[in-house]
């Protein structure tokens, strides 16, 4: 698959278009004066402990006060190798470890979507561009995308010389293959940078901004350039910046960076507009005449598949079928398109045979899997509804164009 990363820099907003194949997969907006704060690291104070909720509301700076669930909370008896505990709901009372008044860190892993508050966690993690440093874990985990046992066993092997105790790391899949100098270099970074947020920490009265996230642009060098055929900018500055990140022994990262200097809309030369139109459409035609109609209620998104102009062979239900399929990659699409997360319900047209149907779900699990962000095909219903749901991180999309 080709990738390629647009960046288009503009005077109110950063804009970030993914190419794979030459067809837009995702658009990332970055309004100046409304950045993102997942990932941001606060020392924050406990307002209010509601042990009926097992939560409780954290004051870290903002308008609103930011919620942490019991799950969320790292404590004592905590063993980060016992998800059964967590899944099974039978966590300890959260009044037993946070009190009113209490100081603690904190980091944002929901954006402030309505009436809530951002979500926050006490499990800090800190990515890089090849590793994710985790300060309050032990264990080394490697990508499952790198399948490579040889190179499963150096990266496994190099992590175990360099890593520092009482912390964890996580592999990322853009580590297969690289240079060993630039993990060393990145894990000591990472490392480093979490010393200083301590340092931070003691001299900071709460609630206190520790450490912000980088901007889109500094995110999309760190998530997409080494993994990205060409990382295209429109602003000679930005390209300069990029290109001052990476270090000497990246010379093969900095050969992917251009600057697009043609005196036409880069978006628009790469049919980012016409994409983001139709990821703001409440209706999205396909090639074949059926169609998609998405609808959004507070609780869930909701998507039906309508056949539309397509009449297919003289076989209904293999025309049913198709009309299924197609609509399924294009849904995958604008999934990942409109940034859509929580429940997404999708009402596919009725198939007769049960393999179809089970094809059509076995297809989309297979589609999801190109999502970075985590998503699940969790079943179809005995109404015949399909039932998806995707993490929740930032807005989606449509959130940026509404007011």
């Known amino acids: 698959m080709i990738k390629d990363v647009l960046v288009d ?170 240079n060993e100098n630039l993990l060393i270099e990145e894990i000591k970074t990472l490392s480093s940078l979490w010393e200083s947020i301590r340092e931070q920490e003691k001299k900071v009265n709460s609630p206190s901004l520790l450490y912000g996230q980088q901007s889109l642009v500094e995110l999309a060098v760190r998530e997409h350039l080494a993994s990205s055929n060409r990382f295209i900018v429109n602003d000679k500055e930005t390209c ?41 459409s409440r209706k999205v035609w396909l090639k074949n005449g059926s169609y998609l109609v998405f609808d959004y209620t507070e609780a869930m998104t909701v998507v039906d598949v309508n056949s539309g102009k397509f009449v297919g062979s003289t076989d209904m239900e293999e025309t049913v079928f198709k009309i299924n399929i197609e609509a399924a990659n294009a849904l995958v699409r604008q999934i990942r398109l409109r940034n859509l997360s929580g429940i997404i319900i999708v009402d596919f047209i009725d198939m007769q045979k049960k393999e179809h149907r089970q094809q059509l779900l076995q297809h989309l699990r297979e589609a999801v899997k190109a999502d970075r962000i985590p998503t699940v095909v969790v079943g179809m219903t005995n109404l015949g509804l399909i039932e998806i749901t995707r993490k929740k991180v930032n807005l989606p999309l449509s959130n940026h164009y509404s007011h």
């Open 9 to 178: 820099i503009g005077v109110s907003e950063t804009r970030l278009a993914i190419l794979e194949d030459g067809v837009v997969s995702e658009i990332q907006i970055e309004k100046n004066q409304e950045k993102s704060l997942v990932g941001n690291i606060y020392k924050g104070k406990v307002m209010r402990v509601l042990p009926g909720m097992q939560s409780a509301f954290v004051d870290i700076g903002l308008k609103r006060n930011a919620y942490l669930y019991a799950k969320d909370v790292l404590h004592e008896k905590f063993d980060e190798d016992d998800t059964e505990t967590i899944h099974s709901g039978n966590l300890p009372d959260i009044s037993e470890i946070l009190k009113q008044g209490q100081e603690i860190i904190v980091q944002v892993i929901k954006d402030a979507m309505g009436e809530k508050g951002p979500r926050i966690t006490t499990f800090i993690s800190i990515p890089g561009s090849f590793t994710v440093f985790f300060p309050y874990g032990s264990t080394i985990g490697i990508s499952k995308k790198i399948e490579n046992q040889e190179e499963r066993r150096r990266l496994r092997q190099l992590v175990e010389s360099v890593k520092p105790e009482n912390c964890g790391i996580i592999v990322r899949t853009a580590s297969e293959n690289v």
């Open 240 to 280: 300069k910046k990029i290109l001052s990140m990476l270090g000497d022994e990246t010379s093969g990262l900095k050969e992917r960076v251009e600057y697009y200097n043609k005196g036409y809309d880069m978006f628009e030369y790469y049919n980012v507009q016409s994409a983001l139109k139709e990821a703001l």
